[in-house]
């Protein structure tokens, strides 16, 4: 049968309208999650911290991680008087079991929990040759296992040791900040089993966010500042002989 120009264009766009209704339809609820009114990072209270490894367990467990491997980890300080710049530090299983007793009394003793710190400028981002390691728009640094070549790269670029290969995916392991957690409106898992509070989830486009009055009342540091990355990891208490 012979279709007339104006009958296919009546039906073209029949069709058009009825692609635009569905897709009305399967875009997300005004109250679903917007990332664009949240910019994310977090606390750490060095004087808070007692190295239990709750947040590296917690980790662990939550985000799959493989034996030997950690998207965050504890680190103790032990500071020698006499010698203060070259501290003695220690992290048997990245700390998810705690430690001994120190043997010398006389050292002063820390610990400090560590793991990607979500670099506004992340070197790792930088070096990616297919874009697989990217910023959200919220912040987060996110790997996509879809694009990422196991290259290490991003690896070698990371100034703070939070990468890994992971032994079966051959893909690239990291924090991200339990963003299967805090798109739903909860905190991250090492933030919610911290028995001290050591650790905050910040949300720094949140006026209400505990955060502001956080770093106003408090002086905080960052690590590796000569990096020039601009971490958002802020640390309280952070000791000199850190690196």
């Known amino acids: 049968m012979d279709v007339t120009r104006r009958e296919l264009l009546t039906d073209a766009g029949k069709a058009l309208l009825l692609l635009l209704a569905c897709a009305e339809s399967a875009s997300p609820a005004e109250e679903g999650y917007d990332a664009t009114k949240h910019w994310w990072g977090m606390t750490i209270?060095?004087?808070k911290c007692i190295g239990c490894g709750a947040c590296a367990r917690a980790c662990e467990q939550e985000n799959d991680v493989p034996e030997g491997f950690f998207r965050t980890w504890i680190e103790r300080y032990e500071v020698d008087p006499l010698n203060p710049e070259h501290p003695t530090v220690t992290s048997p299983n990245g700390g998810k079991n705690g430690w001994p007793p120190s043997p010398e009394s006389n050292l002063k003793s820390f610990f400090v929990p560590k793991l990607c710190n979500h670099c506004t400028d992340s070197p790792c981002v930088q070096v990616?040759?297919?874009?697989a390691t990217f910023d959200s728009p919220d912040g987060v640094v996110l790997v996509d296992d879809d694009y990422c070549l196991g290259c290490r790269y991003c690896i070698q670029a990371c100034p703070y040791g939070c990468?890994?290969?992971?032994?079966k995916k051959q893909t690239v392991g990291k924090c991200t900040l339990c963003y299967h957690r805090i798109t739903?409106?909860?905190?991250?898992?090492c933030c919610e089993a911290c028995p001290t509070s050591a650790r905050t989830l910040a949300d720094f486009k949140n006026p209400k966010d505990p955060v502001h009055q956080f770093l106003h009342e408090n002086k905080v540091q960052v690590l590796k500042p000569q990096?020039?990355?601009?971490?958002?990891?802020?640390?309280?208490?952070?000791?000199?002989?850190?690196?």
Request: charged content about 25%; some cysteine.
């Open 128 to 131: 990616c040759p297919v874009g």
């Open 163 to 167: 990468r890994f290969i992971h032994p």
């Open 45 to 47: 209270d060095i004087e």
């Open 227 to 243: 990096m020039a990355t601009r971490s958002k990891v802020y640390y309280r208490a952070l000791d000199g002989a850190v690196r």
């Open 184 to 189: 739903k409106g909860l905190t991250t898992a």
